[in-house]
């Protein structure tokens, strides 16, 4: 078993990672090929880097791959306020997935503040 799977953060990235996969799919039937994709990648950017920076030797490196995966969390909060906008997703979806990310969000600063104690 890989270190990040015990991690509450990357267990939260990839439930948040799924439902914008499912989001993805949806834009990707409008035609909306390129929006499909960056979503795609932004969402597994949450996860990667955690995983990413599990594997790193010191904390500071850690925390560095752990910052990059919660400005991937601004990124898809960016696109489903976007998306919304364009009436690509109902604003009851953009509230939801808000939230989550939100939440991805207090949640890797508090594990952040944990390795710098």
């Known amino acids: 078993?890989?270190?990040f799977e015990n991690l509450d953060i990357w267990k939260k990235s990839i439930?948040?990672?799924e439902e914008l996969f499912d989001?993805?799919?949806d834009i990707e039937d409008k035609k909306l090929y390129r929006f499909a994709e960056q979503l795609r990648g932004a969402a597994l950017s949450i996860s990667n880097n955690i995983a990413e920076g599990s594997g790193s030797n010191s904390r500071?490196?850690?925390i560095k791959f752990l910052n990059?995966?919660?400005r991937s969390c601004f990124e898809n909060a960016n696109m489903?306020?976007?998306f919304e906008k364009r009436k690509y997703i109902q604003n009851n979806v953009k509230e939801k997935v808000l939230l989550e990310l939100e939440e991805l969000c207090r949640m890797i600063s508090g594990f952040?503040?944990?390795l710098q104690d």
């Open 1 to 3: 078993m890989f270190r």
């Open 15 to 17: 439930d948040i990672a």
């Open 23 to 25: 989001i993805s799919d």
């Open 60 to 62: 500071k490196d850690f």
């Open 68 to 70: 990059i995966a919660k």
């Open 80 to 82: 489903m306020i976007i």
């Open 112 to 114: 952040i503040k944990k």
